[in-house]
């Protein structure tokens, strides 16, 4: 079953709450192949970065496409913290 998913929440915070373990004994460490470094155009001011990434800002802030279900704690105290 394949199912269209966004996370909400990073590697690190699922860490943090024990939820998955990363064994970083396992990895083994590359070398990216040797490429030609991509040109890089500057974007001096915000009508030229939106225009250029019009599709990230066509939804509302802080919004994900689909339907989220939250489960909490029934004692779970609410804490509100800025947003960043």
Known sequence: ???NLTPLIGTQAAQHMKLITVNEENFV???PPCSKQAEVKLLNTAEE????FSDVFD???GTFPGKVHLEVE???V???ITRR
């Open 29 to 31: 460490m590359t070398s």
């Open 74 to 76: 029934p004692n779970a």
């Open 59 to 61: 939804s509302p802030l």
């Open 1 to 3: 079953m394949k199912e």
């Open 78 to 80: 609410p804490v509100i």
């Open 49 to 52: 970065v939106i225009k250029r």
